[in-house]
């Protein structure tokens, strides 16, 4: 393996227009899916089950994605990014709409669950434009602009959607499907597919297999990182802290939405730091310090007695995978290349995602079941933590040259 070239970062350079409008539709996104995820587990309990069966309700959806993710990878390569960002996008929303009308808790888990087929689709698209299209010299800056544009989403959607829950817990499910509608008139309209072609005469580029990534150690180390974060921030937080905050804070929906918003504020703190300064730094040291924070915080969660307690360590925990985030993205890309198409190996880390994703409430719903909160939250502290051995030995994939003062 070659090593990696030592680039100088280029604050000069600019995010190119297709990038802008990827972020555009990723805020819609984002505000939609913040509408929901106050209310998906309280909806569940809603047809009379725990916290296990609520949980799995989360994991359906990330088990869909990941059981699609290998063909998503091989439709992308086939049939270009911008189609299936949009048919992604459309089936998820068609998805919200049916679970809004579900009359069972197994309807409920058969829509959501169908949602993650639409889900893999849009994201691994959009994840794949982004290496592509984003300039190596800027990488980070691009990983942290889109992944702001959806915590800015998130910061909103769980407070506004712990408000629509008191309308009912179906309604926020109708208006996550209109914001999806409108993500995709957005990209349908400025995103313009000959923009993404190659030139023409352009050679076709090579896929990146899995195989090819497995023998880089940034991206093991990326995998790891990846299914811990699956596991802590996409599955619990969004399956147990709801259920954590309504049980022991206050039965109260918007408690739940004050503290995913909470959560997401310290992404979106960690995320600007990170994007802004690892161009010039290098990867590793942000992906480290953020398991290390986040696992912490998350293992201290189970512990909080009261809300000024709860959303302090919400914070902290989005401040830590806010600062993973944006490098850890930035990893994959700098492994990828753009003289590579990266969609099966960046199908292959998405899916140690939603592996993750798909665990973690799982075996956080039966700690609760069976134990507490707290066992539940410590367990996934610890996960998260473990995620830090891989990197110890991974390698730096964007040595920085310090330009020279003379």
Not at 48 to 72: D, E, Y
Not at 79 to 107: H, K, M, N
Not at 373 to 380: D, H, I, N, S, W
């Amino acid at each position: 393996m070659s090593a990696a070239p030592v680039t100088t970062p280029d604050a000069r350079v600019r995010i190119p227009r297709e990038i802008w409008v990827l972020i555009a539709a990723a805020f819609v996104i984002a505000l939609g899916f913040g509408l929901i995820t106050p209310v998906l587990p309280q909806f569940a309990q809603s047809f009379g089950v725990g916290a296990t069966a609520s949980s799995i309700v989360v994991s359906a959806f990330a088990f869909f994605r990941l059981v699609f993710a290998p063909a998503g990878g091989r439709l992308i390569a086939r049939v270009g990014e911008r189609p299936i960002y949009l048919a992604g996008l459309l089936i998820v929303a068609a998805s919200s709409a049916g679970t809004a009308f579900a009359q069972s808790y197994w309807q409920l888990l058969l829509y959501r669950g169908l949602g993650g087929i639409g889900s893999v689709m849009f994201t691994v698209s959009a994840v794949a434009l982004i290496v592509r299209l984003a300039p190596p010299g800027i990488r980070a800056r691009v990983s942290s602009a889109y992944a702001s544009a959806f915590l800015l989403g998130g910061v909103g959607g769980p407070v506004a959607g712990g408000l629509l829950g008191g309308l009912g817990l179906r309604v926020p499910f109708l208006a996550y499907a209109a914001a999806l509608v409108l993500a995709a008139a957005i990209v349908f309209f400025f995103l313009q597919s000959a923009s993404l072609r190659p030139k023409e005469g352009a050679p076709v580029l090579p896929a990146m297999g899995v195989r090819d990534g497995w023998a880089d150690s940034a991206y093991r180390a990326a995998v790891a990182s990846g299914f811990a974060n699956g596991w802590a921030n996409f599955g619990v937080r969004n399956a147990i802290l709801p259920l954590f905050a309504v049980a022991v804070i206050a039965d109260d929906p918007r408690v739940a939405g004050f503290a995913l918003a909470v959560f997401a504020a310290g992404n979106a703190l960690g995320i600007t730091f990170t994007g802004r300064t690892s161009d010039r730094v290098g990867r590793k040291p942000y992906i480290i310090g953020g398991l290390v924070v986040s696992g912490i915080a998350t293992a201290a969660t189970g512990l909080a007695t009261n809300l000024p307690m709860l959303l302090a360590l919400s914070l902290v925990a989005g401040v830590g995978a806010g600062t993973l985030n944006p490098a850890q993205q930035a990893t994959l890309a700098d492994v990828v290349g753009r003289e590579r198409n990266g969609g099966p190996a960046l199908a292959a880390f998405q899916m140690s995602a939603d592996t993750g994703t798909i665990i973690g409430p799982v075996v956080a719903g039966l700690l609760v079941d069976r134990g507490s909160f707290g066992l539940a939250f410590a367990a996934t502290g610890v996960i998260t933590l473990l995620a830090v051995l891989p990197w110890l030995r991974g390698r730096e994939t964007h040595p920085v040259r310090v330009p020279s003062r003379a």
